[in-house]
């Protein structure tokens, strides 16, 4: 399953963004029920995990990098699932990563995600 990633773009210093993810229509119900995740990879950096959000909606978490600026939601198991990017910052820039995990509940790890989005690249920079 190939999931798509939209909403990349370039950005000032404190302003803001909104992904989403979505799985093709064929494919979607081998991920609702599967807690979502977005990643990110800087150039010349590994991929590090961003946030993650259970199949339901009900349980989220974040990296201490993004906590208080991104909020990831999904508002249900068949919904897109969204990461809302504020006040961001250079260290921001990445090309940023949808993934469906192995499982219903959340993990930080790409080892427990299946399907992966092709990327969308967020610049931040004035």
């Known amino acids: 399953v190939q999931l798509q990633a939209f909403g990349g773009g370039l950005v000032q210093p404190g302003g803001s963004l909104r992904l989403s993810c979505t799985a093709p229509?064929?494919?979607?119900?081998?991920?609702?029920?599967?807690?979502m995740g977005w990643f990110r990879q800087a150039p010349g950096k590994e991929r590090e995990f961003v946030a993650t959000?259970?199949?339901?909606?009900?349980?989220?978490y974040y990296a201490d990098s993004v906590k208080g600026r991104f909020i990831i939601s999904r508002d249900s198991a068949k919904s897109p699932t969204f990461l809302q990017m504020n006040n961001l910052k250079p260290e921001d820039t990445a090309i940023y990563f949808c993934?469906?995990?192995?499982?219903?509940?959340?993990?930080?790890?790409?080892?427990?995600?299946?399907?992966w989005g092709q990327g969308t690249l967020v610049t931040v920079s004035s």
């Open positions: 229509t064929r494919s979607a119900r081998l991920v609702s029920n599967n807690a």
């Open positions: 959000i259970s199949w339901n909606g009900g349980t989220t």
């Open positions: 993934a469906a995990s192995r499982s219903s509940g959340i993990t930080t790890s790409s080892l427990g995600y299946r399907y």
